[in-house]
């Protein structure tokens, strides 16, 4: 890393600046004046706790960093702990609160959940109100002052940042990014670009074809006239359930909300240019939340407004900001669409880009803010508007479990979507796809509704899954990731990138891990060789774009080609004890002798299907890969053969009750094959991307292990729960699920473990995770509960 081009000039660049300064020659590039974009007119809101491990770790830092920053450069940045509260209307709320005050104390933090009566605010009115979460460590930040502490210090430090520079366009040379054109023609040639931007920061990327969801809306807030006798200072308080927020500003309050149906503003019309932009008051669209305010804080009723702030902001289409190496182009870093909390994960995002983009791997796992999960479908202008419908209040709104958005839909459909929907599927969202999550009976299994508690779609899931015990089940598996490697060096990149041995006999399906330098697990996959030189690589489907980008990385400088074959097949999972007699009575082919774990050209039904015996529900069964004229037909010839379909909830909870590994909860970037428990996949004898670190954790042990728990009185386990023993949290869950064959309420969890410790010596430990604000009871299991030794799949 020489030199560094970073575009925007406001707390997400200019913090990247500060990060990076004395790692490389780095030039800051503003098309106006520092902070005139976003950044200047931010309320400010410095909150700690988020809803995850990662994006918890990532504010926290501020806290660290703010006060440091002041010491570093004699400039206030206004930081100061002001204490909050998050306060609940609806008592679904407390469910929410409970798990996310169990989180921060994880990491520190001293959030309490409190009784309405418990909050120490004068002149709040509580009526309403079922409980609230406290959290001390909220504070407030000047977001000028603070920028301002930024550049002096990054450029103390050798930064070069540049006002009033404008960037028209990024230079591309084969598909790697090398500099900057600016709007007076120069031309900026760099080894590295971070785009941050903002709003701004999508028409770059749409000129290159990248996709990069933004959309820049009107964002509201006003601020009063002084108010006597405020508490100095004044908490920072969220009503979730009305949508908005209040904070004191030196004796006056400011409030602001989270619109629901918000107004998509355009970064290029013609007042895109004009720094330090106020758009026009609209207090139609406003009072919902002054109403709120005013009965939360009756004072208000004789306090006036001193100013109306309507800004743009920029928010994503899923509302959890973009950060990271855009996939499939090389040199250009990304940190925009910060969803309004720009300010407060200025510290920690521009850190952790700054390592990225030294490192050129995440130096901890970012999976859920990653810019590498970006379908480039959502990137087309009437779906990101669309969103804005929701994307913006799903800021406060209530997070049910399992919760669907309803903006934007019908992005992509499998080419059998018609099919699944006319045998009664209930559809939710797998990464962009529409895919059943449920099969209703009839019109009361519709439009179940959410809850905190018992889903109304377990009985449901649980007659999908009891099919299989004699029957066959369909599930629709089209948007798994499908890629095709072929070439002279195929063997050699997938033998490089894979944990398992892939040089196999043709038509032989391995399951294997692939790594990164540290050895933690950048993928799940099934590679099946389909030919001398030809692989087909089988992973999940949201991380489609990333994992094709991975493989592409890799491919570069080696004679193979890389495909994206995802949207050419349809693939059907053929699942059950049924399956293999169904199977033989609509085709010729050899069902019985047809191992596990390989893959061949079949007729169904007089049509041609490549069928592959894998199962990642536990049962015999094949998944079928069909072209698209072939899909209908096979699919109506197995339904008219008397199998029915499973969905996803269904398969999330015969998954786990199997023990299988679901990537982006129980496995990621961060833990090895060796602490997840996949040992099994790993050829020693070969040599792979990682395996240097895996070497050393098998000759040193391992200090964490991916458990299965079985928890009693069946709590809804979800995940990032805090696994507890002997008073002491010792790790937390990842994923959970009610299976639907056992009945058993299970949950993976990454715990640490003693060096040498053996899976038996871990299941006679006493544990318990907290849930909601209860201590549940969960054992270890040494095996999974359904079919441990793979009898039925394998039969």
């Known amino acids: 890393m020489n030199d560094v081009i970073i575009i925007g000039g406001g707390a997400i660049g200019l913090s990247l600046a500060y990060h990076l300064a004395g790692r490389a020659k780095i030039t800051v590039l503003e098309r106006n004046q520092l902070t005139s974009g976003t950044s200047w007119h931010a309320a400010g809101i410095v909150g700690p706790l988020r809803a995850t491990p990662n994006m918890t770790r990532l504010a926290m830092y501020a806290g660290e960093l703010f006060p440091k920053l002041e010491e570093e450069t004699g400039l206030s940045t206004g930081y100061r702990k002001t204490g909050g509260y998050w306060l609940a209307r609806a008592p679904e709320r407390m469910d929410e609160l409970h798990r996310i005050a169990a989180l921060g104390r994880q990491f520190g933090l001293t959030p309490d959940v409190i009784r309405p009566a418990d909050i120490n605010l004068p002149g709040l009115n509580t009526d309403g109100l079922v409980g609230a979460l406290a959290v001390a460590e909220d504070a407030n930040v000047n977001p000028v002052d603070l920028c301002m502490a930024y550049a002096r210090a990054a450029r103390t430090n050798g930064v070069n940042i540049r006002e009033d520079a404008p960037v028209s366009r990024l230079l591309v040379d084969d598909r790697r990014v090398i500099g900057v054109a600016l709007a007076d023609g120069t031309e900026l040639f760099a080894d590295q670009v971070a785009l941050c931007a903002g709003a701004w920061s999508k028409s770059l990327t749409d000129a290159i074809g990248a996709a990069l969801p933004l959309q820049a809306v009107e964002h509201m807030y006003v601020v009063t006239e002084p108010m006597p006798d405020l508490p100095n200072p004044y908490p920072v308080l969220r009503d979730l359930d009305r949508g908005f927020y209040v904070k004191g500003d030196a004796g006056k309050l400011v409030i602001g909300g989270f619109e629901p149906g918000a107004k998509v503003w355009n970064a290029l019309g013609p007042e895109g240019d004009r720094p330090f932009l106020e758009l026009p008051e609209d207090w139609d669209q406003f009072m919902p939340f002054m109403e709120g305010a005013l009965s939360l804080i009756p004072a208000l009723a004789d306090t006036g407004i001193q100013h109306f702030m309507n800004g743009p902001e920029s928010f994503t289409n899923d509302t959890?900001?973009?950060?990271?190496?855009?996939?499939e182009l090389g040199g250009l870093y990304v940190a925009a669409g910060m969803n309004s909390i720009g300010i407060m994960s200025s510290a920690g995002v521009g850190r952790v880009l700054a390592d990225w983009m030294e490192r050129n791997?995440?130096?901890?796992?970012?999976?859920?803010?990653?810019?590498?999960r970006v379908d480039p479908l959502t990137a087309a202008a009437g779906h990101i508007e669309a969103r804005m419908q929701e994307a913006v209040s799903d800021a406060f709104a209530l997070h049910w479990p399992f919760k669907q958005p309803r903006a934007g839909r019908g992005l992509r459909t499998s080419m059998l979507h018609d099919r699944w929907q006319a045998v009664g599927a209930e559809f939710g969202l797998t990464a962009g796809w529409e895919r059943a999550l449920w099969y209703a009976a009839d019109q009361r299994e519709r439009n179940l509704p959410y809850s905190v508690g018992d889903q109304p779609w377990y009985p449901i899931a649980c007659r999908e899954a009891a099919q299989m015990e004699t029957g066959?089940?369909?599930?629709?598996?089209?948007?798994?990731?499908?890629?095709?490697?072929?070439?002279?060096?195929?063997?050699?990149l997938m033998q490089y990138l894979a944990t398992g041995n892939v040089d196999v006999d043709i038509g032989r399906a391995v399951y294997t891990p692939l790594l990164n330098s540290a050895g933690g697990i950048e993928a799940d996959t099934t590679i099946t060789r389909l030919g001398a030189g030809h692989f087909r690589m089988t992973s999940g489907a949201a991380t489609r774009q990333k994992d094709m980008a991975w493989l592409r990385r890799h491919a570069e400088?080696?004679?193979?080609?890389?495909?994206?074959?995802?949207?050419?097949?349809?693939?059907?999972?053929?699942?059950?004890?049924?399956s293999r007699a169904l199977l033989q009575r609509l085709s010729d082919a050899d069902w019985v002798n047809f191992d596990f774990a390989t893959a061949r050209n079949v007729l169904i039904a007089e049509h041609k299907a490549r069928a592959t015996r894998?199962?990642?529900?536990?049962?015999?069964?094949?998944?079928?890969?069909?072209?698209?004229?072939?899909?209908?037909?096979?699919?109506?010839?197995?339904?008219?053969?008397?199998?029915?379909?499973?969905?996803?909830?269904?398969?999330d909870g015969c998954r786990i009750e199997k023990g299988f590994k679901h990537w982006g909860h129980d496995l990621g970037s961060d833990i090895t094959p060796l602490e997840a428990g996949l040992g099994f996949t790993i050829d020693w004898r070969k040599d792979f991307l990682g395996k240097a670190r895996l070497e050393k954790a098998r000759k040193d042990g391992i200090a964490r292990r991916l458990c299965l728990f079985e928890l009693k009185n069946n709590p809804l386990v979800l995940h990032d729960e805090p696994i507890v023993e002997d008073g002491k949290v010792v790790g937390l869950t990842t994923s959970g699920a009610k299976g639907m064959r056992t009945g058993l309420t299970l949950a993976f969890g990454l715990i640490d473990i003693r060096?040498?410790?053996?899976?038996?010596?871990?299941?006679?430990?006493s544990f318990e995770i907290d849930i909601a604000g209860a201590l549940y009871p969960a054992q270890v299991l040494v095996r999974p509960p359904f079919d441990p030794s793979g009898k039925r799949m394998k039969a």
């Open 557 to 578: 400088g080696r004679d193979v080609e890389v495909r994206d074959v995802t949207e050419a097949e349809a693939v059907i999972g053929v699942m059950g004890a049924g």
């Open 755 to 765: 060096p040498g410790e053996k899976i038996t010596q871990t299941a006679a430990r």
């Open 361 to 372: 791997e995440p130096p901890m796992d970012m999976w859920e803010v990653d810019v590498a």
């Open 472 to 492: 066959t089940a369909l599930i629709d598996l089209t948007p798994f990731g499908k890629f095709d490697i072929l070439g002279p060096d195929a063997l050699k």
């Open 320 to 327: 959890r900001p973009y950060i990271g190496r855009m996939p």
């Open 614 to 651: 894998v199962s990642f529900v536990g049962e015999l069964g094949w998944e079928l890969n069909l072209m698209q004229e072939h899909a209908a037909p096979v699919f109506d010839a197995l339904y008219a053969a008397g199998a029915r379909p499973l969905g996803h909830f269904a398969v």
